[in-house]
């Protein structure tokens, strides 16, 4: 009852009073009120949603205090030394490698900010998984790297906890984890019920409680404490997990947990012991239910997989090795902790509780506890994640616990030794095997007894096992626990009964008749699966098997391997032969046992043959890694091509990068390992006949293959040699030291193309295990890449392709290191070694050692570790010298089927053979039992004997149809009996391959009984049967191999060039000349050696070589030998034929570039020049780029010029600074935007139109700033009605990526550039211009006469409906393009839109747009001169020749002209104001270059020069009265006073209106009429005039005022009447431009630096004209001194546009923007963005800004760009360009130390600003060149 009438008070008094109860009394009474009260407050009947009881227990916890107060109070006393902080997937994290212990070592931003890795291997990451911060923690990190909090040892000086502090929470937690438990027990529903089970439902209501205990653990070390008591105690949970007896709730709710428990297979001990202990997994109860569902499942998969009964598999049980019964024992609970690891599993691992778990780490007692339970756990753990359908998420979130456990090898070796961890581990990993095994069809498929994965089941393909197997090679990577498992025999056992679950897996059959229908993807699983579960921990385990203390541990694994392998071949039946056409990449055993040997010789000084097993077993061993060998050489014959293109992908993952060094490295190697200790003639027969070449050895020139097609031979020939000569040379096992091997890796990539650093590192393969030797990035990474490559570093080609920072090799890499052997090893596509050889060709041929085709160079290897000097046999023994001789000969006598390439192999292999002579061969004695050797062609094994030992007869068994059957029997037979002899005793190959299999049978059946006798002879017998009768033939052949030599290089040197005893005496000095070069140099080479290792091979070729020189000229041509002339001959004409025709290609192509493509650079040459214009026909001609005619453009059939139309808002972002704005990095940085151009002229618009009369501010102003509209083309024309059928192909065609054809955009059909519209040419003739070209004499008044006369006949301009002919018609239409643009709100800025005013304004906009454009290309001013390049492309003519057109359609209203106002003074000058209208604008507040335009547009055209002159020289003198007016509101009032009547006085000489300071002093006084002009205060001027005026600033700042409007008139004076511009210093540009415009300066002044005001011509009085000017400002009634101040200082200068200044390192923006919430909805965006024009930060593709279906990132580019936008993706350090509809991704301006981009952040290296890229960047902004440098852009559709 008090509960009740406590609950209904106020909490916090409540719990202060109970406080005080509990510190106070001893009966207890205190706690039992609390207990009560919890008992209402925390009743598990209520709904889980409830805050009620949360807001109860914060505040019984703060005891009456605020809670935040209370949380600041527990900090205060925090003593952990770890940070501890815990991070979900998607946080950004750092690792630094060169502090951490572990791999897995992680830091948090803050932690790592904090500490100083300056210099260290470190990169930031995008977590996965989620992880934990690991500062502070010396057993993960090294202590030098913990950041400046968690270095000191902050425990030792935080006082100790006052006791009642946390009082509260000791009694208020526990019942609050109860409430927790109970709900989840209650929540819980078995999957199997049926119904739709809602975890998640559970969980949401949980949030609160569980987000709350997250709080407290975040309260630091102090609360952690109190949690762990909590979580650990085993009374405190005895006492409240049952409940009372008289609950019955809690007793229900208990029984519930039991249910659980039991449907989990883990039995509650209790009832364990009652049933005897029976099992030993705690799969007795679910997991064969599991398997099968699992087994039912799969068969499905199984039969579309094409496999017959495979679905009914054979479960298999586990081996009775588990060793103790206790490890899957069942789970008692004994504390919270069990129970809420137990549901966070049931649950699978909800997020909340993960976090919650890993929070409470940094407290060391919980973390011993917590790693204990979640051991016990482990197999519980591993059986959901096999049930669960969310394998994914739930392998992501155990990983993020299990890693921070099993990284410390602390604790790792304490779970080992207490927990059994490795039992565990194995087991389940074998258990989780079990449940998806088959009948292994390896050999026998009916009797097979082995089993392997399927890799079809999820298990597999979904990576199910990746968190256990990653946990196991976790833990193996801590030294003492790899000795644990290595010690443990019975673990080694059962570990290798796994290994062996992988042998043989992912079995494929060769396809003989037809393509398989279904292409299994299922091979990533099985390279995985091998890779992972197999190869990780095996390299683990060697990283611990390097010192001769270990040498035990090796031995042990090499014989249960050993064992294990013979098992193997037990199980699959295998006796000597591999069954045809099967294929298995995965032989992990081979593999385990070939590295353990490799690294017992290697590191631990054994002895090989203590480790090798008998001979027979040795046959075995090689028969399976062999087969992989010859299939790989079948697969790239195409020989299995009817299996799809999984096979090829295969072959290629085999030899990848990720998996060379754990497949094809220990294959190649174990096969060394079986050559070296068999019979060399054995292996080398079994070689070619699994190579299935056998038949092809025949001297015959025809032969029959019973295996092969005859396309096949050769590709399968080539192999086999290679092949050999790889076996024979690769040393990476057999004697390189790691850096050598590093070393040759490096270079061989490097050969095969330039690549960049982290490619480099991603191509050259380290063991997977990160502990290894040599860590990629390492020092011994970064000093070897330096010894072998040069940096190139990234250039920015002009086609836009960005190139990134490159390493290519040194020199004399390609001199002396270049080996082709270790390029073929390596390459994954076959492609890559002709990439190589072709770049060292052009490699020998840049530096003239050698201008042919090389041949690859023969490489000098590494010297033999002696352990495999046995090697050196196979290239002595007879065998292989029969295969070399037969080849020579059939390569000399052009038998079919032969290649370069195996002559190359050939040459390889007895140059090898040369180098690694046997010892004893050194002696030149020959051994003299030659003559009795009846066995074979040669006398004895040694390559040197037998290079000279001459072959006569041979006897060879062909078709009858081949030309060696000849009717009547040889002449040498008949007439020498004992030749005769002799023939018959000459073998052939084959047979002597037969017999030599036969020898070794013998051997083989000696140890084992005659078993396999009855196998062999059928396989022999069926393998003659189909072939057709032979006949047996004898050849002569009188040939040695050193003659076949001397023959083959007779036949290579085309030269006929004989080769001269006295090459052999050449001095080593010209060796390397010898390594370099073709067949020929090769050859040379070879008998060189020969020759210098033994006197008689020197004697034969000497002998040779006389006899091959015969006196006599004519040579008697054999026929086969005048074939290989005329062949040669026919080669060589093709060769030249095609040199010529590619050279006449080359040329044209050239001439094509330098017409066309013109796209790259703003400034290249067009040959479209439209200067064409100026030519001195009667008519322009123009050449349509379609139908290739060329004609004049008529009204009829007009011509127009391809154009690109956009808005652009590139002059509204100029500013007056011309340093570029900074990028924000802090809240304390801001950008202004109010400054820049756009701003300000829309500013002074709407004060125009505060005052004045509408139709007069719009003509006194320019728009366009933002939004104008820029014309620009490409330079070629073509008819408009072409044009037109153009475009309707395209539309049909639909090919343009990334363009619209509806919105008529195209690319220019010669040169491609995009375009979206066609400017029609006028008609015209060109003689017209010199007309009005001319120069002139009239004086100036009677020009400006004229030129109000020419003005009052616009109305005259001939455009009547009757005369709408085409040409009009496309003016109009084109006009229309250049309205749609731009954005409606860029062309209204009338009160009236729409109004013909606003029309008006637009037009002569666009002009002003494109000059002023024009002129920041050039760089903001004409000192460079010259017809710049743009104005070969340039279109202002036509531009301006429709604009004005179309400007004369209106009507302007011409009572008031703004010329009579400049050329007249008028009497009546308030009339106009009087008849209530705002008044006109008055002279001096308009723009100056405006006026020109308008004049210009609104004149009949052709406009005559004269009349430009003297509308330039009218306009100059307001130009530069408004310079003056602006001068005199910026001058202080007393320097005003002082220059009034210093001026003054100078007014009565003679050329007064030519003085600036006579017309100063008169603005002076003019404007001090008004009260509106100058404040008397002076506030406002000592803000404007900072300096004292001298007379030579005066004139600076008046030139300064003048000069844009003379570049622009100068502009376009240059473009109307084609005026060269002069280029000019700096200094003089003014006077220049003056000079080009026509002005006279006064003679009278000194020839120093020019006065502006010496230029002025005034039409009328000046001073007169001038009142007049300022009497219109002073006589504005209604306007305040600010408003005429602001108007009167225009200032017309502004630097050039430019993006903003990034700073130096990437990081800055990283940490500032990654976080920071968007300004717009608030939220911190998933893909930030940042403008990089103006700053914006926006959300890239964020729902969350949209407006109207546009994303903010494409609202923005329209609103700050006029839809052109530059955005730098924050997370991805890319940078994306938006025009218009489209977008494209530009690249990025961030390279890392290696000048490499990083996109999306994936290597978080540290990155840099690029300046060169940036600018490109900035350069292609200004100059509108988006469109054409970039080539890949794509629809955005407004998604952005």
Same mark, same amino acid.
């Given at each position: 009852?008090?509960?009740?009438?406590?609950?209904?008070?106020?909490?916090?008094?409540?719990?202060?009073?109970?406080?005080?109860?509990?510190?106070?009394?001893?009966?207890?009474?205190?706690?039992?009120?609390?207990?009560?009260?919890?008992?209402?407050?925390?009743?598990?009947?209520?709904?889980?949603?409830?805050?009620?009881?949360?807001?109860?227990?914060?505040?019984?916890?703060?005891?009456?205090?605020?809670?935040?107060?209370?949380?600041?109070?527990?900090?205060?006393?925090?003593?952990?030394?770890?940070?501890?902080?815990?991070?979900?997937?998607?946080?950004?994290?750092?690792?630094?490698?060169?502090?951490?212990?572990?791999?897995?070592?992680?830091?948090?931003?803050?932690?790592?900010?904090?500490?100083?890795?300056?210099?260290?291997?470190?990169?930031?990451?995008?977590?996965?998984?989620?992880?934990?911060?690991?500062?502070?923690?010396?057993?993960?990190?090294?202590?030098?790297?913990?950041?400046?909090?968690?270095?000191?040892?902050?425990?030792?000086?935080?006082?100790?906890?006052?006791?009642?502090? +946390?009082?509260?929470?000791?009694?208020?937690?526990?019942?609050?984890?109860?409430?927790?438990?109970?709900? +989840?027990?209650?929540?819980?529903?078995?999957?199997?019920?049926?119904?739709?089970?809602?975890?998640?439902?559970?969980?949401?209501?949980?949030?609160?409680?569980?987000?709350?205990?997250?709080?407290?653990?975040?309260?630091?070390?102090?609360?952690?404490?109190?949690?762990?008591?909590?979580?650990?105690?085993?009374?405190?949970?005895?006492?409240?997990?049952?409940?009372?007896?008289?609950?019955?709730?809690?007793?229900?709710?208990?029984?519930?947990?039991?249910?659980?428990?039991?449907?989990?297979?883990?039995?509650?001990?209790?009832?364990?012991?009652?049933?005897?202990?029976?099992?030993?997994?705690?799969?007795?109860?679910?997991?064969?239910?599991?398997?099968?569902?699992?087994?039912?499942?799969?068969?499905?998969?199984?039969?579309?997989?094409?496999?017959?009964?495979?679905?009914?598999?054979?479960?298999?049980?586990?081996?009775?090795?588990?060793?103790?019964?206790?490890?899957?024992?069942?789970?008692?609970?004994?504390?919270?902790?069990?129970?809420?690891?137990?549901?966070?599993?049931?649950?699978?691992?909800?997020?909340?509780?993960?976090?919650? %778990?890993?929070?409470?780490?940094?407290?060391?007692?919980?973390?011993?506890?917590?790693?204990?339970?979640?051991?016990?756990?482990?197999?519980?753990?591993?059986?959901?994640?096999?049930?669960?359908?969310?394998?994914?998420?739930?392998?992501?979130?155990?990983?993020?616990?299990?890693?921070?456990?099993?990284?410390?090898?602390? +604790?790792?070796?304490?779970?080992?030794?207490?927990?059994?961890?490795?039992?565990?581990?194995?087991?389940?990993?074998?258990?989780?095997?079990?449940?998806?095994?088959?009948?292994?069809?390896?050999?026998?498929?009916?009797?097979?007894?082995?089993?392997?994965?399927?890799?079809?089941?999820?298990?597999?393909?979904?990576?199910?096992?990746?968190?256990?197997?990653?946990?196991?090679?976790?833990?193996?990577?801590?030294?003492?626990?790899?000795?644990?498992?290595?010690?443990?025999?019975?673990?080694?056992?059962?570990?290798?009964?796994?290994?062996?679950?992988?042998?043989?897996?992912?079995?494929?059959?060769?396809?003989?008749?037809?393509?398989?229908?279904?292409?299994?993807?299922?091979?990533?699983?099985?390279?995985?699966?091998?890779?992972?579960?197999?190869?990780?921990?095996?390299?683990?385990?060697?990283?611990?098997?390097?010192?001769?203390?270990?040498?035990?541990?090796?031995?042990?694994?090499?014989?249960?391997?050993?064992?294990?392998?013979?098992?193997?071949?037990?199980?699959?039946?295998?006796?000597?032969?591999?069954?045809?056409?099967?294929?298995?990449?995965?032989?992990?055993?081979?593999?385990?046992?070939?590295?353990?040997?490799?690294?017992?010789?290697?590191?631990?000084?054994?002895?090989?043959?203590?480790?090798?097993?008998?001979?027979?077993?040795?046959?075995?061993?090689?028969?399976?890694?062999?087969?992989?060998?010859?299939?790989?050489?079948?697969?790239?014959?195409?020989?299995?091509?009817?299996?799809?293109?999984?096979?090829?992908?295969?072959?290629?993952?085999?030899?990848?990068?990720?998996?060379?060094?754990?497949?094809?490295?220990?294959?190649?190697?174990?096969?060394?390992?079986?050559?070296?200790?068999?019979?060399?003639?054995?292996?080398?027969?079994?070689?070619?006949?699994?190579?299935?070449?056998?038949?092809?050895?025949?001297?015959?020139?025809?032969?029959?293959?019973?295996?092969?097609?005859?396309?096949?031979?050769?590709?399968?020939?080539?192999?086999?040699?290679?092949?050999?000569?790889?076996?024979?040379?690769?040393?990476?096992?057999?004697?390189?030291?790691?850096?050598?091997?590093?070393?040759?890796?490096?270079?061989?990539?490097?050969?095969?193309?330039?690549?960049?650093?982290?490619?480099?590192?991603?191509?050259?393969?380290?063991?997977?295990?990160?502990?290894?030797?040599?860590?990629?990035?390492?020092?011994?990474?970064?000093?070897?890449?330096?010894?072998?490559?040069?940096?190139?570093?990234?250039?920015?080609?002009?086609?836009?392709?960005?190139?990134?920072?490159?390493?290519?090799?040194?020199?004399?890499?390609?001199?002396?290191?270049?080996?082709?052997?270790?390029?073929?090893?390596?390459?994954?596509?076959?492609?890559?070694?002709?990439?190589?050889?072709?770049?060292?060709?052009?490699?020998?041929?840049?530096?003239?050692?050698?201008?042919?085709?090389?041949?690859?160079?023969?490489?000098?290897?590494?010297?033999?570790?002696?352990?495999?000097?046995?090697?050196?046999?196979? %290239?002595?023994?007879?065998?292989?010298?029969?295969?070399?001789?037969?080849?020579?000969?059939?390569?000399?006598?052009?038998?079919?089927?032969?290649?370069?390439?195996?002559?190359?192999?050939?040459?390889? +292999?007895?140059?090898?053979?040369?180098?690694?002579?046997?010892?004893?061969?050194?002696?030149?004695?020959?051994?003299?039992?030659?003559?009795?050797?009846?066995?074979?062609?040669?006398?004895?094994?040694?390559?040197?004997?037998?290079?000279?030992?001459?072959?006569?007869?041979?006897?060879?068994?062909?078709?009858?149809?081949?030309?060696?059957?000849?009717?009547?029997?040889?002449?040498?037979?008949?007439?020498?009996?004992?030749?005769?002899?002799?023939?018959?005793?000459?073998?052939?190959?084959?047979?002597?391959?037969?017999?030599?299999?036969?020898?070794?049978?013998?051997?083989?059946?000696?140890?084992?009984?005659?078993?396999?006798?009855?196998?062999?002879?059928?396989?022999?017998?069926?393998?003659?049967?189909?072939?057709?009768?032979?006949?047996?033939?004898?050849?002569?052949?009188?040939?040695?191999?050193?003659?076949?030599?001397?023959?083959?290089?007779?036949?290579?040197?085309?030269?006929?060039?004989?080769?001269?005893?006295?090459?052999?005496?050449?001095?080593?000095?010209?060796?390397?000349?010898?390594?370099?070069?073709?067949?020929?140099?090769?050859?040379?080479?070879?008998?060189?050696?020969?020759?210098?290792?033994?006197?008689?091979?020197?004697?034969?070729?000497?002998?040779?070589?006389?006899?091959?020189?015969?006196?006599?000229?004519?040579?008697?041509?054999?026929?086969?030998?005048?074939?290989?002339?005329?062949?040669?001959?026919?080669?060589?004409?093709?060769?030249?034929?095609?040199?010529?025709?590619?050279?006449?290609?080359?040329?044209?192509?050239?001439?094509?570039?330098?017409?066309?493509?013109?796209?790259?650079?703003?400034?290249?040459?067009?040959?479209?020049?439209?200067?064409?214009?100026?030519?001195?026909?009667?008519?322009?001609?123009?050449?349509?780029?379609?139908?290739?005619?060329?004609?004049?453009?008529?009204?009829?059939?007009?011509?127009?010029?391809?154009?690109?139309?956009?808005?652009?808002?590139?002059?509204?972002?100029?500013?007056?600074?011309?340093?570029?704005?900074?990028?924000?990095?802090?809240?304390?940085?801001?950008?202004?935007?109010?400054?820049?151009?756009?701003?300000?002229?829309?500013?002074?618009?709407?004060?125009?139109?505060?005052?004045?009369?509408?139709?007069?501010?719009?003509?006194?102003?320019?728009?366009?700033?933002?939004?104008?509209?820029?014309?620009?083309?490409?330079?070629?024309?073509?008819?408009?009605?072409?044009?037109?059928?153009?475009?309707?192909?395209?539309?049909?065609?639909?090919?343009?990526?990334?363009?619209?054809?509806?919105?008529?955009?195209?690319?220019?059909?010669?040169?491609?550039?995009?375009?979206?519209?066609?400017?029609?040419?006028?008609?015209?003739?060109?003689?017209?211009?010199?007309?009005?070209?001319?120069?002139?004499?009239?004086?100036?008044?009677?020009?400006?006469?004229?030129?109000?006369?020419?003005?009052?006949?616009?109305?005259?301009?001939?455009?009547?409906?009757?005369?709408?002919?085409?040409?009009?018609?496309?003016?109009?239409?084109?006009?229309?393009?250049?309205?749609?643009?731009?954005?409606?709100?860029?062309?209204?800025?009338?009160?009236?839109?729409?109004?013909?005013?606003?029309?008006?304004?637009?037009?002569?906009?666009?002009?002003?747009?494109?000059?002023?454009?024009?002129?920041?290309? *050039?760089?903001?001013?004409?000192?460079?001169?010259?017809?710049?390049?743009?104005?070969?492309?340039?279109?202002?003519?036509?531009?301006?020749?429709?604009?004005?057109?179309?400007?004369?359609?209106?009507?302007?209203?011409?009572?008031?002209?703004?010329?009579?106002?400049?050329?007249?003074?008028?009497?009546?000058?308030?009339?106009?104001?009087?008849?209530?209208?705002?008044?006109?604008?008055?002279?001096?507040?308009?723009?100056?270059?405006?006026?020109?335009?308008?004049?210009?547009?609104?004149?009949?055209?052709?406009?005559?020069?004269?009349?430009?002159?003297?509308?330039?020289?009218?306009?100059?003198?307001?130009?530069?009265?408004?310079?003056?007016?602006?001068?005199?509101?910026?001058?202080?009032?007393?320097?005003?006073?002082?220059?009034?009547?210093?001026?003054?006085?100078?007014?009565?000489?003679?050329?007064?209106?030519?003085?600036?300071?006579?017309?100063?002093?008169?603005?002076?006084?003019?404007?001090?009429?008004?009260?509106?002009?100058?404040?008397?205060?002076?506030?406002?001027?000592?803000?404007?005039?900072?300096?004292?005026?001298?007379?030579?600033?005066?004139?600076?700042?008046?030139?300064?005022?003048?000069?844009?409007?003379?570049?622009?008139?100068?502009?376009?004076?240059?473009?109307?009447?084609?005026?060269?511009?002069?280029?000019?210093?700096?200094?003089?540009?003014?006077?220049?431009?003056?000079?080009?415009?026509?002005?006279?300066?006064?003679?009278?002044?000194?020839?120093?630096?020019?006065?502006?005001?010496?230029?002025?011509?005034?039409?009328?009085?000046?001073?007169?004209?001038?009142?007049?000017?300022?009497?219109?400002?002073?006589?504005?009634?209604?306007?305040?001194?600010?408003?005429?101040?602001?108007?009167?200082?225009?200032?017309?200068?502004?630097?050039?546009?430019?993006?903003?200044?990034?700073?130096?390192?990437?990081?800055?923006?990283?940490?500032?923007?990654?976080?920071?919430?968007?300004?717009?909805?608030?939220?911190?965006?998933?893909?930030?963005?940042?403008?990089?024009?103006?700053?914006?930060?926006?959300?890239?593709?964020?729902?969350?800004?949209?407006?109207?279906?546009?994303?903010?990132?494409?609202?923005?580019?329209?609103?700050?760009?006029?839809?052109?936008?530059?955005?730098?993706?924050?997370?991805?350090?890319?940078?994306?360009?938006?025009?218009?509809?489209?977008?494209?991704?530009?690249?990025?301006?961030?390279?890392?130390?290696?000048?490499?981009?990083?996109?999306?952040?994936? *290597?978080?290296?540290?990155?840099?600003?690029?300046?060169?890229?940036?600018?490109?960047?900035?350069?292609?902004?200004?100059?509108?060149?988006?469109?054409?440098?970039?080539?890949?852009?794509?629809?955005?559709?407004?998604?952005?």
């Amino acid at each position: 009852m008090m509960a009740a009438s406590l609950v209904r008070r106020d909490k916090k008094a409540t719990a202060a009073q109970l406080k005080a109860d509990l510190n106070r009394t001893d009966d207890g009474s205190g706690a039992r009120m609390l207990q009560d009260l919890l008992d209402c407050v925390l009743n598990p009947e209520m709904q889980a949603g409830d805050t009620e009881a949360l807001e109860w227990c914060k505040c019984l916890l703060a005891g009456g205090d605020a809670f935040d107060e209370f949380c600041k109070t527990v900090r205060s006393y925090d003593n952990a030394t770890l940070c501890g902080l815990v991070w979900t997937a998607n946080f950004v994290a750092y690792r630094c490698r060169t502090c951490g212990i572990s791999p897995c070592m992680s830091l948090c931003a803050e932690c790592f900010n904090n500490g100083d890795h300056t210099g260290h291997d470190f990169n930031m990451f995008r977590s996965q998984a989620g992880g934990a911060c690991d500062c502070g923690d010396s057993n993960v990190m090294r202590e030098s790297g913990f950041c400046r909090r968690h270095r000191s040892k902050t425990g030792e000086n935080v006082p100790s906890i006052p006791r009642d502090l +946390l009082l509260m929470s000791e009694m208020v937690l526990p019942r609050f984890i109860i409430h927790i438990v109970q709900h +989840l027990r209650e929540g819980y529903t078995e999957p199997e019920a049926g119904a739709e089970r809602d975890l998640q439902k559970v969980l949401q209501q949980l949030e609160p409680h569980i987000s709350f205990l997250e709080e407290l653990t975040k309260m630091g070390g102090a609360m952690r404490t109190v949690l762990t008591k909590i979580l650990t105690n085993q009374q405190t949970f005895k006492d409240l997990s049952m409940g009372q007896e008289d609950n019955v709730y809690a007793k229900k709710n208990y029984d519930k947990y039991l249910a659980a428990l039991k449907s989990s297979g883990l039995v509650s001990a209790e009832e364990k012991a009652g049933a005897g202990g029976a099992d030993a997994l705690p799969g007795a109860h679910s997991l064969p239910g599991a398997a099968a569902e699992a087994s039912a499942g799969s068969v499905k998969e199984e039969d579309q997989d094409g496999g017959q009964n495979v679905g009914q598999r054979k479960r298999v049980k586990l081996s009775s090795s588990t060793k103790d019964k206790s490890i899957m024992d069942a789970l008692k609970h004994k504390c919270f902790l069990e129970e809420l690891l137990f549901w966070t599993i049931k649950y699978e691992f909800p997020q909340k509780m993960v976090t919650f %778990l890993l929070n409470m780490l940094p407290d060391q007692d919980y973390k011993i506890a917590f790693t204990k339970t979640f051991v016990q756990h482990y197999a519980f753990i591993m059986e959901t994640l096999m049930r669960s359908h969310e394998s994914d998420t739930m392998s992501n979130r155990i990983v993020h616990i299990s890693v921070q456990l099993f990284s410390n090898e602390e +604790l790792a070796r304490h779970m080992t030794e207490e927990c059994q961890l490795l039992d565990i581990m194995v087991t389940v990993l074998h258990y989780m095997m079990e449940s998806c095994l088959i009948k292994c069809e390896l050999q026998d498929e009916e009797n097979s007894r082995h089993v392997v994965v399927n890799c079809g089941e999820p298990l597999l393909k979904n990576n199910t096992y990746w968190p256990l197997v990653s946990d196991f090679i976790n833990i193996l990577s801590h030294q003492s626990v790899a000795k644990r498992f290595l010690e443990d025999h019975s673990l080694l056992i059962l570990w290798m009964s796994f290994v062996s679950f992988f042998q043989g897996m992912n079995l494929n059959k060769r396809e003989l008749n037809e393509h398989v229908e279904f292409e299994s993807q299922t091979y990533y699983a099985a390279f995985a699966a091998e890779l992972e579960a197999c190869a990780q921990p095996m390299w683990g385990l060697l990283t611990h098997c390097k010192v001769k203390e270990t040498q035990e541990y090796t031995k042990t694994v090499v014989r249960y391997c050993l064992e294990t392998l013979q098992m193997w071949f037990d199980a699959i039946g295998f006796v000597d032969e591999p069954a045809p056409n099967q294929l298995t990449f995965h032989l992990p055993l081979h593999r385990y046992y070939a590295m353990f040997l490799s690294k017992a010789v290697k590191c631990q000084g054994i002895d090989l043959d203590s480790l090798l097993p008998d001979q027979e077993m040795l046959m075995k061993i090689m028969v399976h890694p062999l087969q992989i060998q010859a299939s790989l050489s079948e697969i790239h014959s195409n020989m299995w091509v009817r299996n799809g293109l999984q096979i090829k992908g295969q072959a290629m993952t085999y030899v990848q990068s990720h998996f060379c060094n754990s497949m094809i490295d220990p294959d190649i190697f174990l096969l060394q390992v079986c050559a070296s200790r068999l019979d060399p003639d054995y292996f080398i027969s079994c070689v070619f006949e699994r190579f299935k070449v056998v038949d092809l050895l025949t001297m015959a020139s025809k032969h029959q293959n019973a295996v092969l097609e005859p396309e096949q031979e050769r590709p399968m020939l080539e192999g086999a040699l290679t092949f050999l000569v790889l076996l024979t040379s690769l040393r990476i096992h057999l004697g390189m030291a790691d850096d050598e091997i590093l070393r040759a890796e490096m270079v061989s990539q490097l050969c095969m193309n330039d690549r960049t650093h982290s490619s480099l590192l991603d191509l050259i393969p380290e063991n997977p295990n990160p502990k290894s030797g040599i860590i990629p990035g390492s020092c011994s990474f970064e000093a070897m890449l330096s010894a072998v490559a040069d940096f190139k570093a990234p250039v920015f080609e002009p086609g836009g392709s960005m190139q990134q920072g490159m390493y290519t090799p040194k020199a004399e890499v390609w001199e002396k290191e270049f080996d082709p052997i270790m390029v073929v090893l390596r390459t994954v596509y076959r492609r890559d070694v002709q990439s190589a050889m072709d770049r060292y060709a052009a490699f020998l041929k840049q530096t003239g050692m050698h201008s042919g085709n090389p041949w690859p160079p023969y490489k000098e290897r590494t010297p033999l570790h002696p352990c495999y000097r046995g090697l050196v046999k196979l %290239l002595h023994c007879k065998t292989l010298h029969i295969v070399i001789f037969t080849l020579l000969y059939k390569i000399s006598m052009d038998h079919p089927n032969m290649s370069e390439h195996v002559l190359c192999m050939v040459l390889y +292999l007895i140059e090898l053979g040369l180098d690694n002579l046997v010892q004893e061969d050194r002696e030149d004695e020959e051994p003299s039992i030659e003559e009795h050797c009846h066995d074979s062609w040669f006398p004895g094994t040694s390559l040197l004997s037998n290079l000279h030992h001459v072959i006569n007869f041979v006897r060879v068994r062909v078709p009858e149809n081949a030309p060696e059957v000849k009717k009547e029997p040889p002449p040498s037979t008949s007439s020498d009996p004992a030749a005769a002899g002799q023939n018959l005793r000459e073998a052939q190959v084959f047979s002597l391959v037969a017999e030599r299999r036969r020898k070794f049978q013998e051997i083989i059946n000696r140890s084992s009984r005659e078993a396999d006798q009855a196998v062999r002879p059928k396989a022999s017998s069926g393998r003659w049967a189909p072939t057709p009768p032979l006949v047996t033939e004898i050849l002569e052949v009188r040939e040695s191999m050193l003659s076949l030599l001397l023959k083959l290089h007779r036949k290579l040197s085309a030269l006929q060039d004989p080769f001269s005893p006295e090459r052999l005496d050449e001095p080593p000095a010209s060796a390397t000349r010898r390594t370099h070069g073709d067949g020929v140099t090769a050859i040379e080479r070879i008998l060189a050696k020969a020759a210098a290792h033994s006197r008689h091979s020197r004697r034969s070729i000497l002998e040779l070589c006389a006899r091959n020189a015969p006196p006599v000229p004519p040579r008697k041509h054999s026929p086969s030998d005048k074939k290989t002339m005329d062949k040669e001959e026919r080669r060589q004409k093709a060769r030249e034929r095609q040199q010529k025709l590619l050279a006449e290609f080359a040329s044209r192509q050239k001439s094509f570039m330098e017409t066309a493509m013109d796209v790259e650079s703003p400034d290249g040459d067009v040959a479209m020049d439209l200067d064409a214009l100026e030519q001195p026909e009667s008519e322009v001609l123009y050449d349509c780029v379609i139908c290739g005619q060329s004609g004049p453009s008529t009204d009829d059939r007009p011509t127009g010029l391809v154009v690109l139309l956009q808005a652009t808002s590139v002059l509204g972002h100029r500013c007056r600074n011309t340093e570029p704005k900074k990028l924000p990095t802090s809240d304390e940085e801001h950008i202004y935007p109010a400054d820049t151009c756009g701003a300000v002229h829309d500013v002074r618009l709407t004060l125009l139109q505060r005052f004045f009369k509408d139709s007069s501010c719009l003509q006194s102003v320019s728009i366009g700033w933002d939004g104008g509209v820029y014309v620009q083309t490409c330079g070629h024309t073509l008819h408009i009605d072409c044009h037109k059928s153009y475009m309707e192909s395209l539309r049909n065609d639909q090919v343009l990526q990334g363009s619209s054809v509806e919105k008529g955009e195209f690319t220019c059909p010669l040169c491609r550039q995009f375009a979206n519209s066609v400017l029609p040419c006028q008609p015209g003739q060109a003689t017209e211009r010199g007309v009005w070209h001319g120069h002139t004499n009239k004086g100036l008044t009677v020009l400006v006469k004229e030129v109000e006369e020419l003005q009052d006949q616009l109305g005259a301009f001939p455009v009547s409906a009757a005369t709408e002919s085409n040409l009009t018609k496309e003016m109009e239409s084109v006009i229309k393009d250049i309205k749609n643009t731009t954005q409606k709100k860029y062309m209204d800025y009338g009160k009236t839109p729409g109004s013909p005013d606003n029309d008006f304004l637009f037009m002569y906009s666009v002009a002003r747009t494109n000059l002023e454009l024009e002129l920041v290309h *050039r760089g903001g001013d004409l000192c460079c001169g010259g017809a710049s390049a743009a104005a070969k492309r340039s279109c202002l003519n036509q531009l301006f020749h429709v604009l004005a057109v179309h400007m004369r359609l209106y009507s302007i209203d011409s009572a008031y002209n703004p010329w009579t106002r400049l050329t007249q003074i008028t009497c009546s000058r308030h009339a106009d104001t009087c008849n209530g209208d705002s008044p006109e604008v008055p002279m001096l507040f308009r723009d100056v270059p405006s006026l020109l335009i308008i004049f210009v547009l609104t004149m009949p055209q052709p406009l005559r020069k004269e009349h430009f002159t003297c509308m330039v020289k009218v306009l100059y003198t307001l130009q530069f009265t408004q310079a003056l007016t602006a001068l005199c509101v910026r001058l202080g009032p007393d320097e005003r006073q002082a220059w009034s009547t210093s001026g003054a006085l100078k007014k009565g000489l003679a050329n007064a209106d030519r003085c600036w300071e006579a017309l100063l002093s008169h603005a002076i006084n003019e404007l001090s009429r008004g009260r509106n002009v100058y404040e008397d205060d002076g506030d406002h001027m000592s803000m404007l005039s900072s300096s004292v005026w001298s007379p030579q600033s005066i004139e600076y700042s008046l030139q300064q005022f003048c000069l844009p409007f003379l570049r622009l008139s100068c502009l376009l004076q240059h473009h109307l009447y084609g005026d060269n511009l002069a280029g000019c210093p700096k200094e003089d540009e003014f006077s220049v431009l003056a000079g080009c415009l026509g002005f006279s300066p006064l003679a009278l002044l000194p020839s120093g630096p020019s006065y502006s005001a010496s230029f002025l011509e005034w039409p009328v009085c000046a001073f007169d004209l001038m009142s007049q000017w300022c009497a219109e400002v002073t006589g504005l009634a209604g306007m305040q001194a600010d408003d005429s101040q602001t108007l009167l200082v225009q200032d017309p200068q502004w630097a050039a546009p430019h993006l903003l200044q990034l700073p130096e390192n990437y990081n800055t923006i990283f940490q500032y923007y990654h976080r920071k919430a968007c300004s717009y909805c608030k939220k911190v965006p998933k893909d930030p963005a940042l403008c990089l024009v103006c700053g914006t930060f926006v959300c890239l593709k964020g729902m969350c800004c949209k407006q109207q279906s546009f994303c903010e990132c494409v609202l923005h580019s329209q609103a700050c760009g006029a839809a052109t936008g530059i955005f730098l993706l924050i997370n991805a350090s890319v940078i994306i360009i938006i025009r218009g509809h489209r977008f494209c991704l530009w690249g990025s301006v961030y390279l890392d130390a290696h000048g490499e981009e990083d996109r999306d952040l994936r *290597r978080g290296k540290p990155l840099f600003l690029c300046e060169e890229r940036y600018r490109v960047l900035g350069q292609q902004w200004v100059s509108h060149t988006f469109d054409h440098i970039n080539k890949r852009w794509g629809p955005h559709y407004n998604g952005l």
